[in-house]
């Protein structure tokens, strides 16, 4: 399952690479969501949901694993970060596994300004406020611990833009 799968990187990477099992995709965003219909409804492998990650009730199977990339978690306030890891958590399968997204806690997103020491962000966007929060790998890993996973590795890597990011793996 993709979480925010956006115009769909990940489902044309695993299509163009002959991926032949069931992939789900959730999107909150209705013109993403319509551009996915129109880019991956035939495909018989292929399930799109449109809503977020609240609407997590509208999925009923269980995944070997998760993606949320793109640096969504940052999308939720620092209160609302460790449910929103406990509820990835209860959609994988036993041993399943879920991978994370992040950019580093030091790191400041283009074009934001910075609120306080710890990553707190906003970006003013046509008159709408736009609010971040970059967790620490200290907090990444109370966010696995509270929502039972016994390990998580975190990959330092950069981005073909030359952007710090942390690839969060939770086992």
Request: aromatic share 10%; net charge positive; proline share 2%.
């Amino acid at each position: 399952m993709e979480v925010g799968a956006g115009y769909g990187r990940v489902i044309s990477y695993l299509l163009d690479h002959s991926f032949s099992g069931k992939i789900t995709a959730i999107e909150r965003c209705n013109t993403s969501f319509n551009y996915l219909k129109n880019q991956f409804s035939h495909h018989t492998n292929v399930k799109l949901v449109q809503g977020d990650i609240h609407d997590c009730d509208k999925i009923t199977e269980k995944f070997d694993l998760i993606l949320f990339l793109w640096s969504g978690l940052a999308d939720f306030s620092q209160s609302e970060q460790p449910n929103i890891i406990k509820t990835l958590s209860l959609l994988l399968k036993k041993n399943g596994v879920l991978i994370i997204d992040t950019m580093p806690a030091d790191t400041i997103p283009l074009n934001m300004k910075q609120l306080s020491k710890q990553s707190n962000y906003v970006l003013n966007i046509r008159n709408a406020i736009v609010y971040t929060y970059s967790a620490s790998l200290k907090e990444i890993n109370k966010y696995a611990s509270l929502s039972g996973f016994t390990d998580v590795k975190h990959v330092l890597y950069l981005t073909e833009t030359a952007r710090k990011r942390y690839l969060h793996i939770f086992i």
